[in-house]
T-cell receptor
Framework: ELKVEQNPLFLSMQEGKNYTIYCNYSTTSDRLYWYRQDPGKSLESLFVLLSNGAVKQEGRLMASLDTKARLSTLHITAAVHDLSATYFC?????????????WGLGTSLAVNP | GAGVSQSPSNKVTEKGKDVELRCDPI?????LYWYRQSLGQGLEFLIY????????KSGLPSDRFSAERTGGSVSTLTIQRTQQEDSAVYLCASSPRGGTYNSPLHFGNGTRLTVT
């Protein structure tokens, strides 16, 4: 059974600092998604990672995937307040269909001035 | 519309009543999903529709839950005889094709259901 663990679950950081959120999963997968959710808002797709060694960057966020370690990281560089949100990773054990995505509990990020 | 639309945004109901939650997916998206998000929990898969195929109902928690999708577009999730443990945010998502390997899901804002 695929299990997905995110850590930390809560993160409070200062503006300008760097930090990494981790997403571990328990069985073989080469398909991992990162989403962002603002309070009372939709989940917004950030990154789709499909292969070992994949790295994607958007602004101050960079995501990577290591399928051998069953680990994805979401790195935040020089955080700003606008990045405050909850970040979810989701992992799919099978190719071809999203319906069995297993979700982490989310990391609630607060960036303080 | 521009995105996935869900209604109502909030619903408070008494225990034992039935509720209907509505989802309008993005036009042209053939795949539609319902998820449930409880406080402090990840997303729990409920049901999946893809085109005219039989829906995948494997995530529905009990026979009090049902969903339909009319004309391959709008979907309704119905919860009968609601219980307090049904309180959660119900999220709908759509994607262009369920079988597309790397299509992300597009989520609505959700319906927050509170059962008193």
């Amino acid at each position: 059974e695929l299990k997905v663990e995110q850590n930390p679950l809560f993160l409070s950081m200062q503006e300008g600092k760097n930090y990494t959120i981790y997403c571990n999963y328990s069985t073989t997968s080469d398909r991992l998604y990162w989403y962002r959710q603002d309070p009372g808002k939709s989940l917004e797709s950030l990154f789709v990672l499909l292969s070992n060694g994949a790295v994607k960057q958007e602004g101050r966020l960079m995501a990577s995937l290591d399928t051998k370690a069953r680990l994805s990281t979401l790195h935040i560089t020089a955080a700003v307040h606008d990045l405050s949100a909850t970040y979810f990773c989701a992992v799919g054990p099978n190719a071809g269909n999203n319906r069995k995505l297993i979700w982490g509990l989310g990391t609630s990020l607060a960036v303080n001035p | 519309g521009a995105g996935v639309s869900q209604s109502p945004s909030n619903k408070v109901t008494e225990k034992g009543k039935d509720v209907e939650l509505r989802c309008d997916p993005i036009s042209g998206h053939t795949a539609l999903y319902w998820y449930r998000q409880s406080l402090g929990q990840g997303l729990e898969f409920l049901i999946y529709f893809q085109g005219n195929s039989a829906p995948d109902k494997s995530g529905l928690p009990s026979d009090r839950f049902s969903a339909e999708r009319t004309g391959g577009s709008v979907s309704t999730l119905t919860i009968q005889r609601t219980q307090q443990e049904d309180s959660a945010v119900y999220l709908c998502a759509s994607s262009p094709r369920g079988g597309t390997y790397n299509s992300p899901l597009h989520f609505g804002n959700g319906t927050r259901l509170t059962v008193t």
